[in-house]
């Protein structure tokens, strides 16, 4: 299993609004074993992260969002707007395992190559 590259730094923006999720239900998807992605295209790169209370409690839940987080500024995605779903699979997942199943649901959704 390869290591995540470097930080490449920076501070992801947040997606905010009911509407920029709901314009997401028609974006495009991606599914991993522990994770979905949607994502539009967008003027700017945008990242909304949900992880429900089925996965855990408000420790679980931060963790795993700190973990996403982190993957995710240390990728160069183009962009877009994106939105991280996690599954309650997802609690039991180490920081490598979300790694690659991220990389594996951008994939699937067509987001990177």
């Known amino acids: 299993m390869s290591q995540p590259p470097p930080a490449a730094g920076g501070k992801l923006l947040s997606l905010k609004g009911d509407r920029a999720f709901q314009r997401l239900r028609q974006g ?37 969002k700190r973990r996403l987080r982190e993957i995710l500024r240390r990728l160069h995605l183009p962009k877009a707007h994106l939105l991280v779903i996690a599954s309650p699979e997802a609690r039991e997942a180490t920081y490598p395992e979300l790694f690659q199943d991220l990389i594996r649901a951008l994939k699937k959704s067509g987001l990177v190559q």
């Not at 949607?38 to 931060?62: D, F, M, Q």
């Open 28 to 64: 495009r998807a991606g599914r991993g074993r522990f994770l979905s992605v949607k994502w539009l295209p967008a003027p700017e790169l945008r990242v909304g992260i949900v992880v429900s209370k089925k996965v855990g409690k408000a420790v679980v839940r931060n963790r795993i």
